[in-house]
């Protein structure tokens, strides 16, 4: 705990962000996981987070509650618009307007009070849904940001936004994760996610995570509704 290597990790409580968190751990950060209760659809994720943050021997796991569903604009937040089973084309509906930039705000505004240097997001932009705040053009415009509206950047301290995961195929962020000795039975990433944290099998992300373990050649823990 005398380790004055501090990361912020942004902890959803799925497969991406465990492996995140692994990665960091790994590289000799303390880490500080920061997950939200923005209005979703389900706790289980943010259950998922607290599992994962416990099994990891984090130095600290915060959650800041938020009302993105208060806005409203996404099948995540708005229960009145479905969740989509099919693949298809262009920016899905479980994009959540302006998610991402909200939190690595807050966790930027964390990582100063830490001061930490680095924040971490299991963002990818290879097997992903086409969310616009996943991309790197996205991260890298706001590590700008983070270095031009903080006392810490503008003292040239400096802070950087790691997305180790941005140009990885699930499968190979699946045999890293296995390889760093992530419990994904632990993690949850579905967007439909019952209370007991089962997946649907059917919406974009169980797909993305069958077909990265599938190609990873390595079996799934997921556990399935109905099941």
């Given at each position: ?117 680095d924040i971490f ?95 990873a050649g390595l ?9």
């Amino acid at each position: 705990m005398t380790n004055s290597k501090k990361a912020v990790v942004l902890l959803s409580g799925g497969l991406d962000s465990a492996t995140v968190l692994a990665m960091a751990q790994a590289e000799g950060y303390l880490c500080h996981t920061l997950s939200f209760d923005y209005g979703q659809r389900h706790r289980a994720e943010l259950n998922a987070a607290a599992r994962l943050a416990a099994s990891a021997a984090v130095a600290a796991h915060k959650v800041i509650k938020l009302d993105l569903d208060g806005m409203g604009g996404s099948a995540l937040t708005d229960v009145s618009i479905a969740v989509p089973e099919e693949a298809g084309e262009g920016i899905p509906v479980t994009y959540v307007p302006a998610r991402n930039t909200v939190f690595l705000a807050l966790a930027l505004g964390w990582a100063e009070v830490l001061e930490a240097k680095d924040i971490f997001i299991g963002v990818n932009a290879v097997d992903y849904s086409g969310y616009p705040d996943c991309r790197p053009a996205f991260i890298q415009a706001f590590e700008t940001v983070a270095n031009l509206a903080t006392r810490a950047g503008i003292e040239g301290v400096g802070f950087r936004i790691r997305a180790p995961l941005q140009n990885m195929s699930k499968a190979r962020i699946v045999e890293s994760g296995v390889q760093l000795g992530v419990d994904y039975s632990l993690t949850v990433s579905c967007y439909q996610a019952d209370d007991q944290g089962r997946a649907c099998g059917r919406c974009d992300s169980c797909r993305l995570r069958s077909e990265g373990f599938e190609a990873a050649g390595l079996k799934d823990p997921t556990r399935y509704a109905g099941m």
